[in-house]
């Protein structure tokens, strides 16, 4: 009912950027906390950054000055702008949002995108 659309992944060197970007659609009432994690291989998905509906931001602390997270105006997109990339950034990247649905109920939703892949050459 929700449906999450990840993009911007890719293959870059250390010191560089990306951007990744996570568009919503669907029957959506409203969505509320946005974020990004990230699952190295081996190993748990971990946070990375949030984005609450009244726009505070949280960041991991191995991010924090380097990635910043944002919404678009219409709060359906959210980005993850990504710098100083360092090869222990490598990892898929996970959209998650959560919100209401369109429907009489107002059922909330947890929805995840299908991942896309950063990979950090030294």
């Known amino acids: 009912q929700v449906q999450l659309v990840e993009s911007g992944g890719g293959l870059v060197q250390a010191g560089e950027s990306l951007r990744l970007s996570c568009s919503a659609s669907?029957?959506?009432?409203?969505?509320?906390?946005v974020g990004w994690y990230r699952q190295a291989p081996g190993k748990q998905r971990d946070l990375v950054a949030i984005?609450?509906?009244?726009?505070?931001?949280s960041y991991a602390d191995s991010v924090k000055g380097r990635f910043s997270i944002s919404r678009s105006n219409a709060k359906t997109a959210v980005h993850l702008q990504m710098n100083s990339l360092k090869p222990e950034d490598t990892a898929v990247y996970y959209c998650?949002?959560?919100?209401?649905?369109?429907?009489?109920?107002?059922?909330?939703?947890?929805?995840w995108g299908q991942g896309t892949q950063v990979t950090v050459s030294s």
């Open positions: 998650n949002v959560k919100g209401k649905l369109a429907n009489l109920k107002r059922d909330e939703y947890d929805a």
């Open positions: 669907g029957s959506i009432f409203s969505i509320n906390g």
């Open positions: 984005v609450t509906s009244d726009g505070v931001t």
